[in-house]
């Protein structure tokens, strides 16, 4: 009996050991494969990450493109033209010019108007009563909007370029990226940090309009709280606060939708104070805040003294007459102020162009260490990059990149971020997101769903290249087989696409492969959205392809921003292009019959649909043998 009892004990502990092992097998076996699991979630982050940003840059570098494209025409047109725009572009500078666009003594209140009211001077219970207002969706009057424009344009001449802050009073400062119109963002910061005041204050690094829906209601809060608080309240520029990113993004075309007829008169109000937004904010002496970066020529002495006030535009550098009686441009001023809003920074040391964008500069760690020793400061804070995580610490520590727009691409890309800045000047970072839906989402269905956001996106730009991909396509595929190599693949993707992206790991998701390893490359056209065939199939695409180009060019010809091109606007702008390309030649009666064309409800004036639907009627034949439109 004694012996079976320990012969039981044995068999026990023995089954303890493999059960134990079994168990440890186990944990590590679920181990691994989470490891693995979130390694691939981690991949395909990333993957949609590069798709989202490279395609947001490469549209900022096709704007730029456009925009020194219609530069060269209007430089090259006859000195009359080019005495004329300077002329006019010395009086859009003037105080005078902008103190009567932005009179609002001429400008009614509508009888129906039940929004809020605005007084000079502007208190905190205004600040409080405009922010329930816009959380229920409601536009300020242009009278009002007007008020506040002409005030803060008054408040802002006063300061210089670059502005300084101390934390010695409230013991913090808090630094907030872009915002891109997105009210929920900025509310949210207020509720998570306290509204600002003489005890809690803040510096905005730039970017507040364009992208968002409510760029108009951010400035207005910012606007005002820098009246309310002028020393405690800080605004720097950003790329964005430019007249021609403006009508390129979204911001020119809210205007006219919340002001209608007035949004030209609130435009040239909106110039005036971006204009003279200060470019730089240091911090103890210690802290550089700027919207882009720097470049290896940075001085923070040389910005100070450049007239700000003349560039409308940074795309777009003011000329000067020299004494030869020729236009020339002060390269050096205008790359400060390139440079300080438009560059990112890299890896890699050195300073080079930032091709990739298409302005400014790519600085490495020894540019940034090297303006940050030339005017003593320890740290750069800039904006100017969606971060996954809403920030980003680079160069060892000396770079730190703020962004404050959360779901910048799609709801759940990105949480917000601002940072609080103390007497040792360690940031710390606070995360958010404004879309309480999306935040509560596990991790996985978070990342599938911003990947189908950006699958979608890129199969439209391939969609709208279809024909040219095709033609890549079939150039490697003499023999009509319908299959071509990976390495083919790729590289007719990149080269029609322009994209750098990772088509190797992105291929499962957008093309078919045979037993072997060939590419179907028909089956890009048939999975998602990109399915079907339509008449007059290369004019369309061509369209759907220059879209964006074609509403920048309607924009850059609706010289009064009210949404519609009058028969004038049209006439100086067809005439404008016969005289840059001197094979067209266009008499008045052939204009008069383009502009009838074009205007398909015969109200007199074209709207954006008449102006695209327009190109969409050119001959298949005619579009085809151009090779564009």
Not at 209 to 235: H, T
Request: one cysteine or more; a negative charge.
């Amino acid at each position: 009996s004694t012996q079976s009892t320990g012969e039981l004990k044995k068999l026990n502990d023995l089954a303890e050991i493999n059960s134990s092992e079994t168990q440890l097998r186990a944990t590590l076996l679920i181990q691994r494969w989470f490891r693995r699991w979130r390694a691939e979630l981690e991949v395909r982050r990333r993957c949609t990450w590069t798709i989202f940003q490279t395609m947001e840059y490469a549209s900022e570098n096709e704007q730029l493109k456009l925009y020194n494209f219609f530069n060269e025409i209007i430089s090259g047109l006859p000195d009359a033209f080019n005495a004329m725009q300077n002329e006019k572009n010395d009086q859009v500078e003037s105080v005078e010019h902008f103190s009567k666009l932005s009179n609002p003594d001429n400008v009614a209140i509508d009888p129906d108007y039940d929004g809020p009211d605005l007084v000079l001077p502007i208190d905190e219970k205004q600040i409080k009563t405009l922010i329930e207002a816009f959380k229920e969706k409601q536009v300020l009057s242009a009278k009002h909007l007007l008020t506040l424009l002409a005030e803060a344009r008054k408040h802002f001449m006063k300061i210089e370029n670059v502005q300084y802050m101390v934390t010695s009073i409230a013991g913090k400062v808090t630094v907030v990226g872009d915002l891109h119109g997105s009210l929920d963002d900025l509310l949210m910061i207020f509720f998570k940090n306290g509204l600002p005041s003489a005890d809690n204050p803040y510096v905005i690094n730039g970017d507040f309009v364009d992208r968002g829906p409510a760029s108009v209601e951010v400035s207005i809060l910012l606007f005002g709280l820098s009246l309310l608080y002028p020393n405690s309240f800080l605004l720097n520029r950003g790329n964005h606060e430019d007249v021609i990113m403006n009508k390129r993004y979204g911001f020119t075309t809210e205007l006219v939708k919340k002001y209608g007829l007035l949004a030209n008169r609130i435009s040239k109000g909106f110039e005036g104070v971006f204009r003279v937004l200060p470019l730089v904010t240091v911090v103890d002496n210690s802290v550089l805040i700027c919207h882009g970066g720097v470049s290896d020529i940075t001085d923070l002495q040389y910005i100070n003294d450049i007239p700000r006030h003349k560039y409308a535009s940074i795309l777009r550098p003011p000329t000067k007459r020299n004494e030869d009686g020729e236009d020339e441009i002060d390269l050096i001023e205008w790359r400060q102020m390139l440079d300080l809003l438009w560059s990112d920074p890299k890896a890699a040391m050195g300073c080079e162009p930032n091709t990739f964008r298409g302005g400014g500069t790519y600085f490495g760690p020894d540019i940034s260490s090297a303006i940050l020793e030339k005017h003593n400061f320890k740290l750069l804070i800039r904006s100017h990059e969606c971060k996954p995580d809403g920030y980003d610490v680079t160069h060892d520590g000396l770079v730190v990149t703020v962004f404050s727009a959360s779901n910048y691409y799609e709801a759940g890309s990105n949480l917000g971020a601002y940072i609080k800045l103390g007497p040792n000047h360690k940031p710390q970072f606070i995360q958010y997101s404004a879309t309480e839906s999306t935040s509560k989402l596990p991790l996985y269905s978070r990342v599938s769903k911003v990947e189908s956001s950006a699958l979608r996106d890129l199969r439209t730009q391939m969609f709208a290249n279809k024909c040219r991909l095709l033609a890549a396509f079939e150039n490697h595929d003499p023999d009509k087989t319908g299959l071509i190599t990976m390495m083919e693949w790729t590289e007719a993707m990149s080269s029609v696409l322009n994209l750098d992206l990772p088509w190797r790991t992105l291929r499962s998701k957008l093309v078919d492969q045979d037993e072997d390893g060939k590419i179907k490359y028909e089956s890009c056209f048939i999975d998602g959205n990109i399915e079907g065939s339509i008449a007059n199939k290369e004019v369309t695409e061509t369209i759907y392809r220059q879209r964006n180009i074609l509403e920048t060019i309607f924009r850059l010809l609706d010289t009064d921003n009210s949404g519609l091109l009058s028969r004038e606007e049209l006439r100086a702008g067809c005439e404008l292009l016969a005289k840059h390309n001197g094979s067209i030649s266009l008499s008045s009666d052939e204009l008069d019959n383009l502009v009838d064309t074009m205007d398909i409800n015969k109200d007199g004036e074209i709207n954006f649909n008449e102006f695209l639907e327009s190109f969409r009627m050119v001959d298949n034949k005619f579009a085809s043998a151009n090779g564009n439109i």
